[in-house]
DNA sequence: GTCTATAGGAAGATAGAC
DNA sequence: GTCTATCTTCCTATAGAC
């Protein structure tokens, strides 16, 4: 099983190019054209109905397979993921991967919002993807919901361009939350 | 000065159907035929352009009405709202008031995400905007970064609808917020 | 300021040759 | 599996009568 294979299929490739267009365009600011012309097939020929019935197909097949990556690899990065034992340090490990989770889950956040009532599959599974969150570590302590609250607040000014929190890097964001819910007196 | 205005000019109708329907289909998916629809004109005409010299400069007009609309609506609260004198009382007062400012930008936060290249000037209305947040309470505060990202992470949450937080009140969530900056002994 | 009519183009999609 | 050609529909926008 090739993990990368060197030359993606066509259809794979329309599937890149779409979602990216999707992501930036919108979906109706996205035409068949285009994505054609970015997988390197002569635009506005239709070439691209001997790959997928329609655009609205396009987009489900897309959002699915964006799914199905994303996914995987936060279940893989959960997998060998090292706890550390000392409860700060621990919250902080959690947090970091947490923002690595958010970051994955951009462009489907992004059509979520601007899509959601198209592909209402999204919806339901980021919703799946997300109660993985923090489970066994975080679940039932009073300031969960907050954490988890703040880390998205944190993850979203920045995904919007400019952002509220634009000078306060990651390391210092965590710190601060790792201070405000373990203590601040403690080394 | 009539605040309300009973029969708003058909220019002011096309205004807020354009902002509906652009923050709802998206720029490319919305027509002016619709538009047209919406305010009573018959569609697919042009009447439109009596109003409007183009769908560009109809986002652009939508938008900084809106803007000034909302940011019109912040200042007011803020020159009208009572901060009590107990810490925990004025905190909470103060978060409910900046989920009131973020309710009020939704829509424009909406197409800050999908028409911010169109518009560059969202951005920088909502920029020169938010950094009023907690002016003179809040301020160099080490948690004020924490808790403005927290509200953040929880208002968007359920904007972007089932959302993680669809359990927690807000009245829940200020409280777990306060605990956890103010104290949670402290009754 | 609204309608009729229409120009002019681009979009989604299909049929058929290669 | 890709291109030529084309159908049909929809869209932005304009000209001109009322």
């Known amino acids: 099983m090739p993990a990368i294979k060197a030359t993606p299929s066509t259809r794979d490739r ?28 002569a635009a ?5 109905y001997r790959h997928f019935s329609s655009k609205e197909a396009l987009l489900r097949a897309a959002v699915e397979r964006e799914v199905a990556t994303r996914m995987a690899e936060i279940e893989h990065d959960r997998a060998s993921l090292a706890l550390p034992d000392d409860p700060r340090k621990q919250f902080s490990t959690i947090a970091e991967q947490t923002l690595r989770d958010l970051r994955r889950f951009d462009r489907l956040l992004r059509l979520m919002l601007t899509e959601g009532d198209r592909v ?15 489970a066994g570590s975080w679940a039932d302590r009073p300031s969960t919901v907050v954490t988890i609250a703040a880390l ?21 964001f965590i710190e601060a939350l790792t201070a405000l819910t373990h203590g601040t007196t403690q080394s």
Chains 1, 2 share one sequence.
């Open 152 to 172: 998205i607040g944190y993850h979203i000014s920045d995904l919007v361009g400019g952002g509220v929190f634009k000078d306060v890097t990651q390391a210092a």
């Open 44 to 48: 506005g020929t239709g070439s691209f």
């Open 120 to 134: 209402p599959e999204i919806q339901d599974a980021m919703m799946t993807a997300l109660p993985g969150w923090g």
């Open 14 to 41: 329309i599937l890149d190019a779409a979602l990216d267009l999707f992501v930036e365009e919108g979906f109706s600011g996205t035409t068949i054209s285009e994505v054609e012309r970015r997988v390197g097939l």
